[in-house]
Structures are given as C-alpha cells and as structure tokens.
C-alpha cells in the first residue's frame, strides 16, 4: 500500500510524501488529499474482519475509525494512535422526524454521541496520530467551536499542547468550555477568522506547530469513516440519500471520498446521493452550486446565522466538496432560522436532540420532499453532526420564545415549550395536569 498527498486540482495532481507537512499544493495551492494506490481488494473479507473487530476489546478495534483503518492506510504503524472510542454512533429511527420532513422513514446518524460531542472526534484522532507521527509537539486551529474542543481533547490525551486562536468576542461558551477543561492554551486574538487563519499559518512554520484545521486531509480520512460505519450499520446497503450541513465543506469532502473509495473497493454496489444544507445567511456554497459559472465560490462577508457550527462565508474545501455533490448527483439546499428552529424542536420531540447546525437537515429534507427533490418513500439518512447539550441557551431561547434571528427577526415557537412557574398548591397544580 503506497499512501500519498495529492494536490486536488485535476490540472496538476502533483503527488508529496506522506510525511511531507504541507497544507497546501505548493506547486499550484490547490487542496491536498490522501492518495492510496493498493487498496485490499477482498470486500468480504473485510467486512467479515471489521464485524470481528467489534468484539475485540483493543482500544484500536473499540475505535468506530480505527476498526476501519484499510480505509484510511495512511499510517505505517499504529503504535502511538490515540483513542478515546470516537465513533461508534447509533443509526436512529426518528418517525416522528420522518413525518415532518415529508418522509415513510428517517433515519439519523448521530455523530454528537461522540466523545467531545461532535463529528470533529472522527477526523481529530486521526489529524492528531499525523502530528505525532511526524514528531510535532504542538498542534493549533482556528475554530470558535467543535474543532477546538475536540483537538484540545485528542491532543491532550495524546500528550500534544493544543493552542487555539479565536476572534475576540466571538465565543461559544459550551464549546469554549470544553477546550478550557482539556487543557488547551486559548488565545483570543482581536480580528475575524480569515485573518487569524492567515496570521496561524505564518506562526505555524515558525513555531514548529501543527495546523489541524478543517483544510487538514488527515482530518478528511477520520471522517470518511463516519459513512463506512453507517454502510456498516445498514449490512451494507446504501440509502438513496445522505443529508448533512455543509459549513467548511470537510464533512462533504469526506462523505464523498468514501463513498467513491467504497465503491471503488466492491463495498457497496452504488452510492447514495448527496444533499448538503446550508443556513440562508450563512450560504456560498448554495448559491455556487445554483449558479451558471461554477469556477469560483464568491465568498459571504459577513456570514450570519445561529447555527455557530455552519456560520462560514469561505469555506475552504468548496473543490472537493462541488466535486462530490456533482459526482453523487446530489443537490444544495438552504434554509433559514427559522426552519432550522422549528426543525430542531422536531427532533427534539423524537427524544434525539442535537445542536442547531444539525438540525438544518431534517429543515432541507422538508423543502427537497415539498420540491419533489426526495421523494416521500426514498431511503433517507440524515447526518446529525452534534450534541443537544452544546448549545443550551438556544434551546431555552427557542422555547420561551425569547430568540431572535440575527437581523433581529423573531423566531417562533412554533413547538416552543415554555416552563410554568406554580404555587405549591395540590390542586391547582392537579387542575393544571388535568
Ligand atoms: C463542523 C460542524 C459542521 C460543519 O461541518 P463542515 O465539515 O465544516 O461542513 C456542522 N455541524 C457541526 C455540529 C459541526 O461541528
Ligand atoms: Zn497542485
């Protein structure tokens, strides 16, 4: 098995060592991917030996991502890998979901069962096994959200230093929290994320550190796995669509690749289309795929949203994750706040719960039924990317009707749940349960 990085732009396909710490083509600056050439080509016998692997007790073989790591052949030992069993996440059946969106059945994936809540643990154990590998001490990213609380879990388990660079003023507490409690030097920097990112990257080469952001294609293998277990879950019967958010697009660029790869290796007969769902205010990604000329994604400069998670107006992986829309024959919706709102409080009455960027899904799948896009019996499953308990004060906001969009619109609730302040007194309280 060789394992390469390749330079994404079809026009170079430059080839790098693995080992090489790169983040970029430094021949043309297209985005770098993982190449394999090799692959095991038994399908059988890798499926019989992953369904082994679940009852062995080696944390490797625990790991939702390790247990698939001839999907991800970009290490040469797996000595030093850390895990914290990531992955692992139930496939969920949600018909209370299924009949909002318009659909016989739904079912979600649900990634905020992960060890720090979100999708990122998939991608992070397998950046951070990289940072190792290549002797680095320090890892960093710019993130005010789920990349830095799960980096700052994988590095510090791994024995790394986590330093993480956020706009001043811009935080997430339930998220920031997180990377406070495992350790990570946070700095907050006074300027927008663009800029801090290319402010990270000059400091990187300087000072020895490793960059874990989204860009990283390391990252992107981790995830893949995210849709190798779901194939998995399913006895390898591929649905007819997979939905998910799109914010940074690595998700999308991960999903793609894997399911190509595991087509390419006789894991699945086809593949399932991709539907990827932006926030209106927050919606480059929408509006390139929706546009005549697709050759440049013209970024949002001020991107808005409560959905934190997908409030991104450049997002760095838009090549890869075109090309995997365009080769899934899939689609880009969006939808606004309060759609996602209403679609969050939805799942939340399936006794699920997630985080509103998740939520934007079950919104789009509801516009895609209406368009006759999905129709009402496909096979649909819906990518859930993080936990209910990351963003508690929109769920209150939500339900006591005090949340406002950020245009300052009010958003209904529509399904809100609003908590009743009682005397002690039986039988009001009696009358009031009646
Ligand atoms: C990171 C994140 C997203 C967006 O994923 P991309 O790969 O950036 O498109 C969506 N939801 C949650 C909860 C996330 O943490
Ligand atoms: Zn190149």
Redesign the pocket.
């Given at each position: 098995m060789l394992a390469e990085l390749v330079c994404f732009e079809s026009q170079c396909r430059a080839r790098y060592g693995i080992t090489e710490v790169l983040y970029n083509c430094p021949r043309c600056g297209g985005l770098l991917e993982a190449g394999y050439s090799g692959w095991e080509r038994d399908a059988g016998a890798l499926k019989k030996l992953w369904r082994e692997r679940r009852l062995n007790n080696a944390p490797l073989d625990q790991s939702g991502v390790w247990r698939y790591r001839e999907c991800i052949p970009f290490l040469d030992s797996y000595d030093r890998v850390v895990s914290l069993r990531e992955g692992n996440t139930p496939l969920l059946d949600a018909p209370r979901a299924a009949a909002y969106g318009g659909l016989d059945r739904l079912l979600f994936k649900h990634?905020?069962f992960n060890p720090s809540?979100?999708?990122?643990d998939n991608g992070m154990t397998c950046g951070v096994a990289q940072a190792l590998r290549l002797g680095m001490t320090r890892v960093a990213c710019v993130s005010t959200?789920?990349?830095s609380a799960?980096m700052a879990a994988y590095a510090s388990a791994a024995g790394l230093q986590p330093i993480i660079f956020i706009p001043h003023g811009n935080i997430s507490y339930g998220k920031l929290a997180q990377a406070l409690e495992y350790g990570a030097r946070t700095l907050q920097v006074e300027a927008n994320f663009d800029q801090i990112l290319a402010l990270v990257r000059a400091l990187a080469e300087r000072l020895g550190i490793y960059l874990l952001n989204?860009i990283n294609p390391f990252r992107i293998e981790g995830?893949k796995t995210i849709m190798v277990e779901l194939m998995d879950q399913r006895d390898w019967n591929p649905p007819d669509w997979i939905v998910?958010?799109?914010?940074?697009?690595?998700?999308?660029?991960?999903f793609g690749k894997a399911l190509r790869e595991m087509l390419e290796m006789g894991l699945i007969p086809r593949s399932p289309r991709l539907a990827?769902v932006q926030a209106e205010g927050s919606a480059p990604f929408y509006d390139l795929a929706h546009s005549a000329d697709q050759s440049a994604l013209r970024p949002v400069t001020k991107p808005e949203t409560l959905?934190t998670?997908?409030r991104?107006g450049d997002?760095i992986?838009w090549p890869k994750?075109l090309h995997e829309v365009r080769s899934s024959g899939g689609v880009v919706e969006k939808v606004s706040e309060q759609e996602i709102a209403d679609a969050k409080a939805q799942i939340g009455l399936c006794g699920i719960g997630?985080?509103?960027?998740?939520a934007?899904t079950l919104a789009g799948i509801r516009k895609l039924t209406a368009a006759g896009v999905i129709r009402r019996g496909d096979d649909v499953v819906a990518v859930?990317?993080?936990?209910l308990l990351?963003d508690p004060d929109y769920i209150y906001r939500y339900h006591t009707g005090e949340l406002t969009a950020p245009g300052g619109d009010k958003i209904q609730p529509t399904y809100g749940n609003h908590p009743l302040v009682v005397p002690n007194d039986p039988d009001r309280i009696a009358a009031l349960l009646a």
């Open positions: 990634q905020g809540g979100s999708f990122k959200g789920n990349t799960s989204s995830q998910l958010p799109g914010g940074n697009l690595g998700n999308t660029s991960a990827v959905a998670a997908i991104i997002p992986s994750a997630c985080e509103p960027a998740s934007a859930l990317t993080g936990n990351k």
